[in-house]
């Protein structure tokens, strides 16, 4: 059924899972830490209706809880993260549906152009006191063209207001959007591209997934949807645009790095500021040519910042997803369940619970983890368990950590793979972005190996025992 970002506020409603806050707010700092300190309180989400100085609301903490996923994948709410992701996998892997174009949309219902846009018209909350500007794009995804292949790519990359016109882009070396810019570089031309907030709420999502390459985002939004995802090719870039979509900036980044420009610091989703000093990495921006609005438009707006905020769920929930259908791709036999924990800032560890079928099994899935596409990026370890363990009971990997684990014999080390640049524990030299494109890995194998003949003997309850005694269980006075 289709869901644009209004529906799923007026179902998030129905559920008590979103609160309007009618007091005034300022965009400067307040917004954003009544909606972090909300966020640490486990809270609802928030719209907040009266910004100061402007008319339009603000969403934030859409995601910072599961049950909102839940709504938004149209699940049960209670469904675990485990469990939504499994259902993603589960689509995921069966039929990508791609978008139907169509001529109308409210997203239309206002266009502007020229000396007519003015970014700072939009309430774009101010987050941490030392980031650089505001950050217009959090909750958000550029649409992208591979100039040679046609294959439309969605990127959440954070953006930072450089001036009325101009949105300063965080485009992570390797990441999709850069690798095609990159390719319009060698045309000399500049890359089209749309900045899309709102529309259907798994936009965010799919934008934000690490989803293989020549694989539109938009597509794997239609197969979570179960219909294709409504989209207007826009007038000036030809890229295909959400049609409910509340606000979208059209325009263009031009691929020379000698016109980049400063972006950020910002306050990271690792808990750290990144970008400190901002003219060690200059960033591409988007030159807006056009805007286009719905009539009352809400903005969309995430506080990232330090775990655990809707960022780290939205990481855990879509990571665990494309981590496990890039396992089930690669036809890896017995895999019963997979993980990457929200506390790990949802990137950094994850977690496979597997069938063992021969011997090495065990250590297959910790290297195809790593060789996987959501794997080999910025993951620092992965821990594998026995199916009797599920990925995300943390008690009972801890008990497999503890008894099924020796470290020397069980743990193989990665000298140098693909890291983010965003990783606090990897050190700032001059050369920042060369020190910090590498780091290790560890992989941890806390299984019994399927080759030993004799096993440990796991205790169990007697059976009929165990049902006598519950059986009687009021008998025995306790609770
Ligand atoms: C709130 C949020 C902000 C993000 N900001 C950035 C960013 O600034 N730069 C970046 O490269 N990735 C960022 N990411 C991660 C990317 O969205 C993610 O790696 C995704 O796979 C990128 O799309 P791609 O695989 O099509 O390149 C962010 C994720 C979230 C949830
Ligand atoms: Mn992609």
């Known amino acids: 059924m289709k869901m644009d970002l209004r529906d799923f506020i007026k179902k998030c409603e129905e559920h008590g899972q979103l609160k309007r806050v009618k ?6 700092l307040e917004l954003s830490h009544v909606a972090k300190i909300n966020e640490e309180k486990k809270g609802p989400a928030l719209l907040f209706e009266n910004v ?13 809880t599961k049950e909102r996923f839940a709504i938004a994948l149209g699940l049960p709410v209670g469904t675990s993260m485990c469990e939504m992701s499994r259902h993603w996998m589960e689509l995921a892997t069966k039929e990508l549906i791609p978008p139907n174009y169509v001529d109308s949309g409210p997203v239309l219902e206002n266009v ?8 700072f018209d939009i309430p774009v909350p101010f987050m941490y006191p030392k980031d650089g500007g505001r950050f217009f794009g959090t909750a958000v995804y550029l649409v992208t063209k591979d100039p040679d292949t046609g294959w439309v790519n969605l990127g959440t990359y954070r953006g930072m207001i450089l001036d009325e016109k101009s949105v300063g ?3 992570i070396k390797g990441k999709h959007a850069e690798i095609m810019l990159r390719q319009y570089g060698e045309r000399g031309e500049k890359m089209p591209v749309l900045y899309v907030i709102g529309g259907d709420p798994l936009g965010f999502l799919t934008g934000s997934s690490p989803t293989m390459g020549q694989v539109s985002e938009l597509d794997v939004m239609g197969a979570l949807r179960g219909e294709p995802i409504d989209v207007i090719k826009e007038e000036i870039t030809g890229l295909p645009m959400d049609a409910t979509a509340e606000i979208v900036l059209a325009g263009f980044v031009d691929p020379n790095p000698e016109n980049f420009r400063k972006e950020g610091p910002f306050g990271e989703y690792t808990g750290y500021y990144s970008g400190k000093k901002s003219d060690e990495w200059p960033k591409p921006w988007i030159d807006v040519k056009r805007v286009y609005m719905r009539n009352d438009y809400i903005f969309w707006s995430t ?4 775990p655990i905020t809707d960022t780290h769920m939205i990481q855990s929930l879509n990571r665990t997803a494309t981590l496990w259908t890039d396992l089930m791709t690669m036809k890896i036999p017995g895999i019963q369940s997979v993980f990457i924990p929200p506390e790990s800032t949802g990137r950094f560890w994850a977690i496979v619970s597997v069938k063992q079928m021969y011997p090495g099994h065990a250590q297959q899935v910790a290297d195809a983890v790593m060789a996987s596409y959501t794997g080999h990026y910025g993951l620092k370890g992965i821990i594998v368990v026995d199916d009797d363990i599920p990925a995300d009971d943390w008690d009972k990997v801890m008990w497999a950590l503890s008894t099924r684990y020796n470290p020397i014999e069980d743990t193989q080390l990665i000298k140098k793979a693909r890291s983010t640049p965003l990783d606090p524990s990897l050190p700032i030299w001059e ?3 060369d020190r910090r494109s590498l780091v290790s890995r560890i992989q941890m194998i806390a299984t019994i190996p399927f080759e030993w003949k004799r096993k440990p003997m796991e205790i169990f309850l007697d059976e009929e025992m165990k049902k006598k005694v519950l059986d009687n269980w009021d008998e025995y006075g306790l609770d």
């Open 431 to 433: 050369d920042y972005m």
């Open 112 to 119: 502007i152009e020229g000396n007519n846009i003015n970014l």
């Open 169 to 171: 882009l965080q485009l």
């Open 23 to 28: 007091k005034e707010v300022d965009w400067n």
């Open 303 to 306: 506080t990232v910042g330090k």
């Open 52 to 64: 100061k100085g402007y008319k339009n609301p603000v969403l934030t903490s859409a995601y910072s």
